[in-house]
């Protein structure tokens, strides 16, 4: 039964190389909760597959009429979301800790 928010921190680099262990807690996690919290503020390092991987746990929330939400940027996660022009597609708010204000 899926009930509640469900949050999982990704504490290693969101790449090719954790991909496939990275989308398994995502699905497992979205599979267990209505809400799924995504924490990425420990993400030092994001690739395509990385990417990838955000916009699929999106779109399989959305089927499972569910939400998957960013609730925690790391620097490296907002550079790649305004590269590709995809804050707003992830609707999250991008929030820059006072520390990294320059």
Not at 45 to 73: M, P, S, Y
Not at 79 to 102: C, S
């Amino acid at each position: 039964m899926s009930t509640g928010t469900h949050r999982v921190t990704i504490l290693d680099d969101l790449t090719i190389y954790n991909a496939l262990t990275q989308k398994a807690a995502f699905m497992e996690a979205l599979g267990q909760c209505r809400d799924l919290e995504i924490d990425l503020s420990h993400v030092g390092e994001v690739d395509t597959a990385g990417f990838q991987l955000l916009l699929l746990t999106k779109r399989e929330a959305a089927l499972q009429n569910k939400t998957a939400r960013i609730v925690a940027h790391s620097p490296a996660v907002r550079e790649l979301l305004d590269f590709f022009n995809m804050a707003a597609f992830f609707g999250d708010p991008l929030v820059i800790p006072a520390r990294e204000q320059g």
